[in-house]
């Protein structure tokens, strides 16, 4: 094979082993960033990177609280940081957070992340919900770290069912109850017996009750 042909054929196979690592890699970023599905928010601000940022609500419509915030924090600085809020800007929702274990900050640690939601998992708490907000609307969710300061994304608002049920709410209060159509009379109410009337019976001559003319004719 002359030299012209060797370096035709090398230069395609490092083309074909290139696209394909290419492709490797796509795959295992979807793999750990996209893990639940549609794809969700992702922000790099500094030092931090904040993945599948999502707001989720109780499975059952009509029940609008507790809601959640289900994301995962990087930390890629030198230093830790500590996840000092989370707001939801234009909304009057309040949100708690909870460390996995124990009380205290939520610190995210130098080179390492923190997961919020799901089981074992760091919480934060949407106590009233999102008021205004429905399912598959977008939603700016803040989160103030000590160092970074403010990190803003858009994240959509589903429902925990299917891909989001394990990161979803845990209390789950019972959906509202229906009240069922009154139909006929209240239970309370009696009926008269047949053949009775209210009041005094008349006189059939003159009208007036049977006493008061009883009382006459003794006169």
Do not use: W
Not at 128 to 139: E, I, S
Not at 166 to 182: C, L
Request: net charge negative.
């Amino acid at each position: 094979m002359s030299s012209s042909l060797r370096r035709g054929a090398l230069a395609a196979t490092a083309l074909v082993i290139s696209i394909a690592s290419l492709t490797a890699c796509g795959a295992g970023n979807d793999a750990q960033t996209l893990g639940v599905k549609p794809d969700n928010a992702a922000v790099t601000v500094d030092d931090v990177q904040i993945q599948n940022a999502l707001v989720i609500t109780q499975p059952e419509a009509g029940v609008k609280d507790p809601a959640v915030i289900s994301a995962t924090v990087f930390n890629n600085g030198t230093g830790p940081q500590t996840i000092d809020a989370i707001t939801l800007p234009g909304t009057s929702a309040t949100v708690k957070l909870k460390p996995a274990t124990g009380a205290g900050p939520l610190v995210v640690p130098a080179g390492g992340s923190v997961v919020i939601g799901g089981k074992g998992n760091a919480t934060a708490v949407i106590a009233n919900g999102v008021p205004g907000k429905k399912n598959g609307d977008l939603q700016e969710v803040v989160f103030k770290l000590s160092e970074t300061g403010d990190v803003s994304l858009g994240a959509f608002v589903v429902p925990a069912t299917t891909y989001f049920k394990e990161y979803g709410p845990t209390e789950i209060p019972a959906p509202p109850a229906t009240k069922p159509k009154p139909t006929g009379k209240p239970s309370g109410e009696a009926s008269a017996p047949a053949g009775e009337t209210s009041g005094a019976p008349e006189s059939p001559e003159s009208g007036e009750p049977t006493g008061a003319a009883t009382h006459a004719a003794g006169h």
